[in-house]
């Protein structure tokens, strides 16, 4: 099996990461489309204005591409919950996550609570709470591009960049709280 997980805070850059990926001939998982192909969506949760998904039947959903012999990427903010070989959690410096997160037309509410998941290191959390490999990428600067390149070094093994730890967005505790 190699199942990668691409996960992060909403706006940190899953998804432009995983065109540019897919656009050097990687195959990634859009698992959104996945999700409603498979018939997973669950109900809606209208307060948080997203709808629920069992985890256990989407884990099992996936067996096909584990039992491949071909590397597959997984582009969602649920992928850390998989069975997988690694996880690569893509980190925003929480100003910066803010104004992406507005130009995209969150509402204020939205804003703040996923500035404030990733001040908590929420995701990077969740991921380290397996025994699977956990990596970390600074999508802060830079581009897509770039972000896919240090993607491509970890699938590499050339990990010791992103070993977690490396972001820390403590210093704006304050700010958001
Ligand atoms: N280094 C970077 N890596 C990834 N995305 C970046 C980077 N710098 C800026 N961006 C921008 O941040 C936004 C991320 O949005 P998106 O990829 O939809 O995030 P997600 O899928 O995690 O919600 C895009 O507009 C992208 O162009
Ligand atoms: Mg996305």
Redesign the pocket.
């Known amino acids: 099996m190699t199942l990668f997980a691409i996960t992060?805070t909403?706006?940190?850059?899953?998804?432009?990461?995983s065109e540019e990926l897919r656009s050097r001939g990687y195959s990634v998982i859009d698992m959104n489309v996945h999700i409603r192909e498979h018939g997973l969506l669950g109900e809606l949760d209208a307060p948080r204005d997203t709808h629920e998904v069992d985890l256990d039947d989407l884990n099992d959903s996936l067996q096909g591409y584990r039992d491949s012999d071909d590397l597959y990427l997984m582009?969602s903010h649920l992928s850390h919950f998989m069975d997988c070989s690694g996880i690569i959690v893509?980190r925003c410096r929480p100003e910066v996550l803010a104004a992406?997160l507005e130009a995209r037309g969150y509402g204020c509410a939205k804003v703040l609570e996923n500035v404030q998941s990733e001040v908590l290191d929420v995701i990077l959390c969740e991921a380290m709470d397996s025994d699977i490999p956990v990596y970390e990428i600074d999508?802060s600067?830079?581009?897509?591009s770039?972000?896919a390149d240090s993607v491509e070094k970890i699938l590499k093994g050339e990990t010791s960049d992103y070993t977690p730890g490396k972001t820390d967005w403590s210093e704006e505790m304050d700010r958001w709280f």
């Open positions: 992060g909403p706006g940190t850059g899953k998804t432009s990461v582009d893509l992406r999508c600067e830079g581009d897509a770039a972000s």
